[in-house]
């Protein structure tokens, strides 16, 4: 089982970067990570709490069947299914973040829209994203928290048609990597898209071969992440409350 110490601060640090980034929603949108490989139990703010004001100590502990085990207030409805599905049924995915930021939600709005190989941060993701183009509404069921996972599959980016972007990663670190450089790729695009020119697509096996450059560059991620930790600690230490 990871640290729930470390946990809880990696959790509360990424939802404040998030803020600062401009990606949070509202009180909408979450944030989780389960403390144990199986998926349970799993940290997730309390609902109503606004991403620039969670604090390591306010994150909620909750158990596989989605029941609060530690910690005050509830998990929003449409978390807990989104999350608690992902969690039981995928739990490789032990970091589960879940977002309307801006670009990649446009790119969710367009008919067919995906990430095309136009830049070198979309390549990170080349055969890397699902896509559910059947928005059912909001997530407030099991069968609607279910039918997203199956859609996510073993993927670690999934679109969301209509909706937003969830994406997944073995710890904190890693997902909120790919959260931040998903973000970039898809403003890149939707800025190219303005243009009205076509677009210069990469070719498929430079494509492939790029990705790999990305995921065996194994420093940049934790690197990213470290440096995120330590802007927080002076400037807003209070996250770790």
């Not at 997530?139 to 599959?153: H, P, S």
């Not at 679109?159 to 959260?179: I, K, Q, S, Y």
Request: charged share 25%.
């Amino acid at each position: 089982m990871q640290d729930e110490t470390q946990a809880r601060e990696d959790l509360a640090a990424a939802f404040r970067w998030a803020a600062r980034l401009g990606f949070q929603e509202a009180v909408s949108n979450h944030f989780s990570l389960a403390l144990d490989a199986s998926g349970a139990p799993f940290l997730i703010q309390p609902e109503g709490r606004h991403f620039s004001r969670v604090r390591a100590s306010e994150l909620l502990k909750v158990d596989a069947g989605g029941r609060v085990i530690e910690g005050e207030g509830n998990v929003d409805p449409t978390a807990l299914q989104i999350h608690g599905s992902i969690h039981r049924n995928a739990p490789a995915a032990r970091c589960v973040l879940h977002t309307h930021m801006p670009y990649a939600t446009a790119l969710t709005c367009v008919a067919g829209g995906r990430l095309e190989p136009i830049s070198q941060n979309a390549l990170r993701f080349h055969e890397r994203v699902a896509y559910d183009d059947a928005f059912g509404g909001m997530a407030l069921d099991v069968d609607e928290g279910d039918r997203i996972c199956a859609a996510l599959g073993d993927r670690p980016v999934l679109f969301m048609a209509n909706h937003g972007v969830t994406v997944v990663g073995g710890d904190v670190a890693e997902a909120f990597d790919r959260l931040y450089f998903l973000e970039k790729a898809c403003e890149t695009q939707v800025l190219a898209m303005a243009t009205g020119r076509p677009l210069k697509r990469v070719d498929a096996a430079t494509a492939r071969a790029t990705r790999d450059q990305w995921e065996n560059y194994p420093r940049l991620g934790l690197d990213h992440w470290a440096e995120i930790r330590a802007i927080l600690d002076a400037e807003s230490p209070d996250y770790r409350d």
